[in-house]
């Protein structure tokens, strides 16, 4: 699974730093020093969700967007790199509605900057379905703030971009009767691929127009769904439908 998205932790309104260890490189069993943390704010998030509802359920805001390099940056009239730059909006989500425009820059959320894009996950992902944020957004040299109440990933409307999909680098969406005919399929329910990023690690065995309707068995027909399916680290079974025919595929998910 992508395992970029993480949560938010807040402290007196400041962000905490800490981390717990939550795998240590080992070949026999014994500590060599090297591990693998998460922030703090992600655990935290987690539990409480956990204790609260049974699962884990993390915002989302239907955005594809990218880091802002120097040049960019200089292109868009900024004076510095700070920021995540909206490269495209999905039709139907939370950014959509909120009025979020191909060529923003978001700056801030809720007064906490946002340096990047792995810092804009970190606190979207920690935010539950249905909060109200306020968004600053830069939009052609211009400060403006947007209000948006951001959507859940069992939505059966979400869909999932290259940058925040359960399977790195591919985008996908539920089968609808808007769909179906743009990618020639039959299917009825399911999740299909609109789009691979040729670095995905799955872009040699997936591809657009696939429908993925089972993971291990399970149907998932929301990107939530498809999320809660996957089994990182192992070898994932998919029942897919692709040209007019359906089979296994064996995916190993990291």
Same mark, same amino acid.
């Given at each position: 699974m992508?395992?970029?998205? +993480?949560? !938010?932790?807040?402290? =007196?309104? =400041?962000?905490? @730093?800490a981390q717990f260890n939550t795998a240590i490189v080992?070949? @026999?069993?014994?500590?060599?020093?090297?591990?693998?943390?998460?922030?703090? /704010?992600l655990a935290h998030s987690v539990v409480l969700e956990l204790l609260e509802t049974g699962?884990?359920? /993390? *915002?989302?805001?239907?955005?594809?967007?990218? &880091?802002?390099?120097? &040049?960019?940056?200089?292109?868009?009239?900024? &004076?510095? @790199?700070?920021? +995540?730059? %909206?490269? *495209? %909006?999905q039709d139907n989500t939370p950014a959509a509605t909120a009025g979020i425009k191909r060529g923003d820059v978001i700056r801030s959320i809720d007064g906490q900057p946002v340096q990047n894009v792995a810092d804009l996950r970190l606190t979207i992902a920690a935010m539950r379905p249905g909060s109200e944020v306020d968004m600053e957004i830069l939009r052609e040299g211009e400060e403006i703030t947007l209000r948006v109440t951001l959507g859940s990933l069992d939505d059966p409307t979400a869909v999932a971009t290259v940058e925040d999909s359960p399977l790195e680098g591919i985008a996908l969406e539920p089968v609808s009767d808007a769909n179906r005919q743009q990618w020639n399929t039959e299917e009825e329910k399911g999740l299909v691929i609109t789009e691979v990023n040729p670095r995905s690690p799955y872009a040699s065995v997936l591809a657009p127009g696939m429908v993925i309707l089972e993971v291990n068995d399970v149907a998932v027909n929301t990107i939530g769904e498809?999320?809660?399916?996957?089994? =990182?680290?192992? %070898?994932?079974?998919?029942?897919?439908? !692709?040209?007019?025919?359906?089979?296994f595929l064996a995916l190993r998910v990291r």
């Open positions: 992508n395992t970029s998205s +993480a949560s !938010f932790f807040a402290s =007196s309104g =400041s962000r905490s @730093t080992s070949q @026999t069993g014994g500590n060599i020093g090297i591990g693998f943390a998460i922030p703090s /704010r699962k884990v359920r /993390r *915002g989302y805001l239907g955005v594809s967007i990218s &880091d802002l390099n120097p &040049d960019m940056a200089e292109a868009f009239g900024l &004076d510095s @790199t700070r920021g +995540a730059l %909206v490269e *495209g %909006v498809l999320g809660a399916s996957l089994r =990182s680290g192992r %070898v994932n079974k998919l029942w897919v439908s !692709f040209r007019g025919s359906r089979g």
